[in-house]
């Protein structure tokens, strides 16, 4: 068996086709059948089950496919390490990162990156924190960008910051005056508000339900979306109210702004991570970047 042989197996199962198989691999189909075939003489076994209309894999194919992922992905990590060794300078991370957090701390921290280390390629994944966990878990990431608690078990975490949870209400609302000189606004106020949150697979809706719920209460929730900014326009358009982590609280010039009010103590917070594979090598360049990234969440969170 050769190594190309497993990763043309791969594409096949992957696009569940030939043809397809062949053009992500730059390749003729003639030559990648011949491969095929050639791996399953050796084999002794069919790994497909091919007819005019669908390529499938056989219950032989599904093992092998098992198999031959873990082993290319363990080629995959020996070259990174061995190219670690040497050339200090160089290489490729693949950053996973939550659509709405990357966006407000991804910006301060890749160009910081960039300047440091101008040999490295950074390749962004964005998605949801279910999704992301499973790409991370798979070897489709490299490294994470996640806050606590994680629900995938093969994943390890390193925790790069601590984040305050504020409470969004809507301009002249009777929490608006609230601050944390008079001890905020307890969780089990908002019992009656409603709540405009996020939608289902976002990391941040199932901890806004989480807060209500050890709060004795389920939320009562009026409007859910995508996009935090559009939450956060509906709460200042009065709404409704909702809960917004502190680096993601709207900046001043925006023209629907909701009042940020402080929660009472214990002050609710999320944890930010960069989470990856357990067992997984990490790259000099990877180690860099966690580094990198904790450096200039600290110094945000000094400015702010």
Same mark, same amino acid.
């Given at each position: !068996? ?12 992957? @696009?569940?086709? #030939? ?7 730059? &390749? ?17 076994? !069919?790994?497909?089950?091919?007819? %005019? ?18 082993? $290319?992905?363990?080629? @995959? ?20 990162? $939550? ?36 790409? %991370? ?27 305050? &949870? ?29 709540? =405009? ?25 009026? #409007? @859910?979306?995508?996009?935090?900014? %559009? ?16 680096? =993601? ?7 629907? =702004? ?34 990198? #990234?904790? @450096? %200039? ?8």
């Amino acid at each position: !068996m050769e190594l190309r042989q497993f990763q043309y197996t791969l594409q096949i199962a992957e @696009e569940r086709n #030939f043809s397809r198989a062949a053009e992500k691999l730059h &390749i003729a189909q003639p030559s990648l059948s011949q491969q095929l075939s050639k791996l399953e003489q050796e084999l002794g076994v !069919m790994l497909f089950q091919r007819n %005019t209309s669908s390529v499938e894999l056989t219950h032989a194919g599904e093992s092998f496919i098992v198999h031959a992922r873990k082993i $290319m992905d363990a080629v @995959e990590q020996l070259r990174q390490e061995m190219d670690d060794i040497s050339k200090l300078r160089s290489g490729r991370v693949i950053v996973g990162s $939550m659509p709405i957090t990357g966006s407000h701390l991804l910006p301060y921290v890749l160009p910081v990156f960039k300047e440091t280390h101008p040999g490295i390629q950074i390749t962004l994944l964005e998605d949801t924190s279910l999704n992301l966990e499973k790409l %991370t878990a798979s070897g489709g990431t490299d490294l994470s960008l996640l806050s606590l608690p994680l629900q995938e078990p093969s994943l390890t975490y390193v925790p790069i910051g601590e984040e305050q &949870i504020l409470l969004a209400v809507p301009p002249g609302h009777p929490l608006a005056s609230r601050t944390s000189t008079s001890g905020g606004v307890r969780m089990e106020e908002l019992q009656e508000e409603p709540f =405009i949150v996020l939608k289902k697979g976002q990391g941040f809706r199932k901890l806004t339900v989480g807060l209500c719920q050890e709060a004795g209460f389920e939320p009562k929730i009026v #409007f @859910e979306s995508n996009n935090i900014e %559009t939450v956060q326009s509906l709460v200042a358009a009065g709404m409704g109210i909702t809960l917004v982590p502190r680096f =993601i609280a709207r900046a001043k010039r925006s023209e629907l =702004i909701p009042v940020y009010v402080p929660l009472a103590e214990p002050v609710p917070s999320r944890t930010l991570v960069i989470a990856y594979r357990k067992g997984r090598y990490l790259s000099k360049a990877a180690e860099a970047f966690i580094d990198t #990234f904790k @450096e %200039t969440l600290t110094s945000r969170m000094g400015q702010d």
